[in-house]
């Protein structure tokens, strides 16, 4: 498929043949989005659909090992009606594509919106994709997705919801559904790092060689799948991050923070407190059964923090800011 479709993340600063992602997935159930702001066009760009830009001036978002401080000029997040998503600056670019392809309206219901949730620099920006039928496929199919933006972690979710059932097959590697992220020079001339997924939802591959080179997948990921792009600076992770599975207070915290569990603490269990950049601040051991569970923070700098809780039935986490006063 041409390139020309692309919506670009274009990022600046330091490289490094490192690789800053990697790839899981997982299943949730998918929830659409409630008080989202549907987007009007800004841009047509020939025949490849609308552009939206996402209002983010003076926010600060983490890919491949740089920030990037959104002024809506020259450094700014934006989407299409082609279900991909970037940043722009001047120097590189970086994709996250969810559905890649021809989409097309189907009814009154489709629609393409946007929510952001969340303050400091702790947001998460939600898009989506409603109702929507892949122009490649036949006329009576539909399709639902997500993408999941982590502003501090760098985390990004592609998010599935319903498809029609002739959805789930009969693309090919040509004419599918491209999905995937990569990051690459301003002209696309040259590949920094690619976690391309392609083939069928039930048997993909991963595509990671540094090349232009894309190939679609031949179906729809089924409803509930959820495709995770995880900095490598973050603990590995099955379920990232959930705030209805704990509670911190209070928070901020000074010197003694409390972590009340939804449900009682499994065995293996563990409070891990991380720093922005990934590195672990502080691990405590919990009793199996607890609710509530004690720790201090006297000696840990002010800042801002990911607090992890993982047992043996897997992981949540909640964001916690330090302040000693």
């Known amino acids: 498929m041409l390139r020309t479709l692309l919506i670009i993340l274009i990022a600046s600063g330091s490289l490094s043949a490192a690789n800053y992602y990697r790839f899981q997935t997982r299943t949730d159930v998918y929830s659409p989005l409630t008080g989202d702001t549907v987007v009007s066009p800004i841009t047509v760009v020939s025949n490849n659909g609308f552009e939206y830009m996402l209002p983010l001036t003076g926010t600060t978002f983490n890919f491949f090992g740089n920030s990037y401080l959104l002024n809506d000029s020259t450094t700014y997040i934006y989407f299409s009606t082609n279900g991909h998503l970037g940043i722009q ?10 559905l890649f392809t021809w989409l097309d309206s189907i009814d009154i219901n489709s629609t393409i ?8 620099n702790e947001r998460i920006v939600k898009l989506q994709w409603k109702n929507l039928k892949l122009r490649a496929g036949q006329a009576s199919n539909y399709a639902n997705v997500q993408l999941w933006l982590y502003q501090s972690s760098g985390l990004v979710e592609v998010r599935y919801g319903s498809s029609s059932t002739n959805n789930q097959s009969g693309y090919t590697i040509v004419n599918g559904p491209n999905v995937g992220m990569f990051h690459s020079n301003k002209t696309f001339t040259q590949m ?6 392609n083939g069928s ?9 540094k ?4 190939k679609a997948m031949s179906g729809v990921p089924a409803d509930g799948t959820v495709y995770q792009f995880i900095p490598t ?12 599975q ?38 405590s051991a919990v009793e199996p059964g607890q609710t509530q569970h004690t ?15 993982q047992d043996i039935r897997g992981r949540s986490s909640s964001s916690l800011t330090i302040l000693h006063r």
Do not use: C, M
């Not at 720790?295 to 992890?308: A, C, E, F, L």
């Open 113 to 120: 919106s946007y929510k952001v949730e969340g303050s400091g």
């Open 211 to 214: 090349t232009v080179v894309f």
């Open 233 to 244: 600076h973050l603990l590995s992770v099955s379920d990232l991050p959930s705030e209805e």
């Open 295 to 309: 720790v201090s923070t006297t000696d840990i700098p002010d800042g801002n923090y990911q607090v992890i809780v």
């Open 192 to 197: 920094y790092e690619k976690i391309w997924v």
């Open 246 to 283: 704990l509670h911190l207070f209070p928070n901020p915290v000074a010197d003694e923070l409390t972590i009340s569990f939804k449900s009682g603490a499994g065995r293996n269990a563990e409070v891990v407190v991380v720093d922005a950049s990934g590195r672990q601040v502080l691990r």
């Open 201 to 209: 939802p039930t048997n993909y591959s991963l595509d990671s060689a």
């Open 89 to 98: 600056t001047d120097t590189s670019f970086i994709i996250f594509d969810a």
